[in-house]
């Protein structure tokens, strides 16, 4: 298979993994995603990531923190959500929404269902790792921009090695609980974090797969 069709596959078979085993990654295998994902490119190769990685106890320990924090909900994000949703995005989003609650299922009327799936979030979708990553005040949208290349790389090199991710903005809206509860600095934002491990392909809530846009819809071609 050449390097192309390689990358191919990996970019067509990743998706948002929301059920795992309980089965822990080893921690070569989670070094060498670590390394991978540092090979992703950077304004003037600053590599502003810093990453914090849980196992066992650890991660059942910040699983509680983080129910806790959404059961009080009080959110204090470092970073501005989005403001609304509009247009393509508005639909993407809805559609995206409906496959998974229809994966589970959870009726469109049905509020409570929802905040019962809002809440798997908060408890890592039952992940044994996390992957917790900040960025640098100082470096503003631009390392936000760098740390997302980072994201990106984690989760095509833990698909490679068979490891299921799930890129959770979520998390960081409890920003202040997480900078607590592992002693981040002041001079870096909380990001967002991946919970990771190997995938229950029982689950149905593994089964859905979102669509993509055809190029006409993001590409204004200049000759």
Wanted: charged content about 20%; aromatic content about 10%; proline content about 6%.
């Amino acid at each position: 298979m050449s390097h192309h069709a390689a990358l191919q596959e990996l970019l067509h078979a990743r998706h948002s993994c929301r059920a795992f085993t309980s089965a822990t990654v080893p921690r070569d295998v989670i070094a060498q995603i670590l390394r991978d994902a540092g090979r992703a490119p950077s304004w003037c190769n600053a590599q502003p990531w810093k990453v914090i990685i849980t196992s066992s106890a650890e991660t059942e320990t910040f699983r509680e923190a983080m129910a806790s924090a959404f059961d009080k909900g009080s959110p204090a994000p470092d970073y501005p959500f989005p403001t609304t949703y509009t247009g393509a995005h508005l639909e993407r989003r809805r559609t995206c929404g409906f496959q998974l609650y229809e994966a589970v299922g959870i009726g469109r009327g049905d509020r409570e269902g929802r905040a019962r799936q809002m809440r798997e979030n908060y408890t890592l979708f039952g992940a044994p790792h996390v992957a917790v990553i900040s960025c640098p005040k100082e470096l503003g949208p631009y390392g936000v921009l760098d740390c997302g290349g980072f994201i990106t790389a984690f989760c095509l090199s833990a698909k490679a090695q068979g490891i299921g991710t799930v890129p959770q903005a979520a998390l960081s809206l409890f920003s202040d609980t997480i900078r607590t509860h592992f002693g981040i600095p002041e001079d870096r934002k909380v990001l967002a974090a991946i919970s990771f491990g190997y995938p229950d392909d029982t689950a149905a809530i593994n089964t859905f797969r979102t669509d993509r846009a055809e190029l006409d819809e993001f590409v204004d071609w200049r000759d």
